[in-house]
């Protein structure tokens, strides 16, 4: 082959895989597409005009701890990168809690006079309006029926209630309820009572989806669960979609202090390597390992008290992709 034309047909075979790496780094193995994109985009500038290889062509520092990925394939790979900043770290506590409705914000719906049951129009899980008709029970007194409506606006929670029984007084037909807001009851055990106070911020989590949702401790019940021997805490949420039921089961965080940290990074940008806690700085295409000292930390974020500045760029997505480019490279550097 002409020596000459070489270089060129090099040149193009290095840009399609590049291209072809880039599109399939996300849907196989990410780490092991950003490594080859971004080794093959600098493939070109190792040779010169006569196809001989130069020394210029490593993607890595000889210390084998940075990388460099190009912006696109970064941007594909979902690595995204925030400035150090001040910010708050919180002492939370990690609580069980049941949601209940909230007292007074029931009814138990009753006939007025005893007879059979004629018809029934509402089921359990249906909103009713106040003052919707529920029933129609005929008077073993005068023998005319008579309708019973809701005395609140809510949920029918049940309905014991059926068709030709005979309603008797004192005997709930329906149980309704305001499910508009919820009471959350926190257990708390041991010495974590002495921490929780009226005021404290509570974040709240389902179970089945983990919606948050953020409140505050209202009162502490004077008294003590007798099965669980806990203290309860309790605090009221906002029910706007329905999917907060009585009788779940929830997650909750209860800060009891917070802290200012001048330098926090968020946890995601935490990776673990040779014992040491790293994160990874971007600077320009280049991403390097940098070992940090922590200080506190929540569930969310970690204090940073030595090895980086505020304001310098670090990965807080994917961080553990930039952490296995360097690992894959730093492998093929030792044979």
């Not at 010169?48 to 210390?63: F, I, K, P």
């Not at 394939?73 to 949601?99: C, N």
Request: with cysteine; aromatic share 2%; glycine share 10%.
């Amino acid at each position: 082959m002409n020596p000459a034309i070489r270089p060129l047909i090099h040149s193009s075979v290095t840009t399609l895989l590049a291209a072809a790496l880039a599109a399939c780094a996300p849907g196989g193995d990410t780490a092991s597409g950003i490594r080859a994109g971004a080794a093959s985009t600098d493939v070109a500038g190792d040779h010169d005009a006569d196809g001989h290889d130069d020394d210029h062509g490593d993607t890595h520092d000889d210390d084998g701890d940075s990388t460099r990925i190009p912006a696109a394939i970064a941007a594909a790979s979902g690595i995204r990168v925030a400035p150090v900043a001040p910010g708050t770290i919180a002492d939370e506590h990690g609580i069980q809690g049941l949601l209940i409705p909230v007292d007074g914000r029931t009814a138990d719906v009753m006939a007025r006079y005893p007879g059979p049951v004629r018809a029934l129009h509402a089921r359990v899980g249906d909103r009713v309006r106040a003052g919707q008709s529920l029933a129609v029970i005929e008077s073993n007194l005068s023998l005319s029926t008579y309708t019973i409506t809701a005395p609140i606006a809510g949920v029918v929670m049940a309905r014991p209630a059926t068709i030709g029984a005979v309603a008797t007084e004192g005997t709930p037909l329906f149980e309704i309820a305001d499910l508009s807001e919820l009471w959350v009851d926190l257990h708390v055990f041991g010495a974590d009572a002495q921490h929780i106070a009226v005021g404290s911020p509570v974040t709240v989590a389902r179970m089945s989806d983990d919606v948050r949702v953020d409140t505050v401790l209202e009162r502490i019940l004077p008294g003590t669960a007798t099965a669980s021997q806990s203290t309860v805490a309790r605090a009221t949420i906002a029910n706007a979609d329905g999917l907060w039921r009585p009788g779940s089961a929830v997650r909750a965080r209860v800060t009891v202090e917070r802290f200012e940290a001048a330098r926090v990074v968020p946890l995601s940008a935490l990776q673990r390597e040779g014992g040491d806690d790293v994160v990874y700085v971007r600077d320009g295409d280049t991403f390097r390992a940098r070992r940090v000292r922590l200080g506190r930390r929540d569930a969310e974020r970690a204090e940073i008290l030595d090895g980086i500045e505020t304001g310098e760029q670090v990965v807080v997505a994917q961080s553990f992709l930039v952490k296995a480019d360097i690992g894959k490279s730093s492998a093929t550097h030792a044979h």
